[in-house]
């Protein structure tokens, strides 16, 4: 079963809600657990990089810089560093706005190491192309984008019918992700014409490197990891292929079910249907 199969993936899903807050959110949707901590570190770090002192060792030690890229840590701790408010700005309202709601939806850590290997992705990309470009290795790269990139390009494959505001205009995610990436395709070619990269001043190679790595992590793990467990079944045993079968079709029929209660209320189902609901109530209990 593929996502297109899946529930979030059909009109009208909501996404889980994240909690609501008051006091000093202002009423707004309380991030989860790991979407919160990433904002405060975030934060954090941009203020220490107003001290001199803070900024020198940061900029030194936690941004990514080609010709130290053997230091695995740059690749994770640049991502929490800025090159000014609106870098930071932009960055913290895709990551609150879109990334509690992948939060929400897979859970906290797979939602961390997704972000921070999208982030990391973005960090080798542009690496890779100025050593392929024979660029500047002392340029600095930091920001969010990579990561930020990868929840805008995950939350358009999964929830393609929210809309967000992208320069005061209202629009589909996946229009929104559309622009983005071929922004980002767009100017990395301008760089490869031209020899060089960072124009500007802005890594689009690296943002690109975000989002393939979004695409790989939705669309080509899920696969590999099921090559896998296909390839280490033992010989002789087909009954588990069956069962595997049967569960596939379980799960599809219950997803039927749950889209007729979401269209027509669960007055519309019909004695088997609720039969079928509590049964597999019954069976998630029991694997718990």
């Given at each position: 079963?593929?996502w ?12 889980p ?10 009423g ?19 203020f220490l ?7 020198t ?24 560093l ?14 609150y706005?879109l990334?509690?709601?992948l ?13 921070l ?6 960090g080798v ?18 920001g969010?984008?990579?990561g ?30 559309a ?8 100017f ?17 190679v ?6 393939i790595a ?19 079944r033992?010989?002789?045993q ?5 069962q ?7 799960r ?10 979401r ?12 039969k079928?609901l ?7 209990k029991?694997?718990?």
């Amino acid at each position: 079963m593929s996502w297109r199969d899946r529930p979030y993936s059909q009109q009208g899903y909501n996404p889980p809600p994240p909690g609501r807050s008051g006091g000093f959110m202002g009423g707004m949707p309380r991030p989860g657990r790991v979407v919160g901590r990433l904002l405060i570190v975030n934060v954090v770090v941009f203020f220490l990089q107003v001290l001199p002192a803070f900024n020198t060792q940061l900029l030194t030690w936690c941004t990514v810089i080609p010709a130290y890229w053997w230091q695995p840590w740059r690749y994770i701790t640049f991502q929490f560093l800025h090159a000014g408010l609106f870098h930071i700005l932009f960055n913290m309202i895709g990551l609150y706005f879109l990334g509690m709601m992948l939060e929400a939806s897979w859970g906290a850590r797979r939602f961390l190491v997704f972000y921070l290997g999208c982030g990391a992705a973005a960090g080798v990309a542009h690496v890779v192309m100025v050593f392929a470009m024979g660029g500047d290795m002392e340029t600095v790269l930091l920001g969010a984008s990579g990561g930020v990139y990868g929840v805008v390009f995950a939350c358009a494959v999964l929830f393609p019918h929210i809309r967000v505001i992208v320069f005061l205009f209202p629009m589909p995610i996946r229009t929104a992700a559309a622009l983005f990436l071929g922004i980002a395709v767009f100017f990395t070619l301008q760089e490869i014409v031209g020899g060089g990269a960072m124009g500007g001043g802005v890594s689009h190679v690296a943002h690109l490197g975000g989002a393939i790595a979004a695409a790989v992590w939705i669309w080509v793990l899920p696969k590999l990891r099921m090559k896998l467990r296909f390839s280490n079944r033992p010989a002789g045993q087909g009954q588990w292929e069956k069962q595997l079968k049967r569960r596939q079709e379980q799960r599809e029929k219950i997803d039927r079910i749950l889209d007729k209660i979401r269209s027509e209320g669960i007055g519309s189902l019909s004695r088997g249907e609720k039969k079928t609901l509590q049964q597999a109530s019954e069976g998630m209990k029991n694997e718990k």
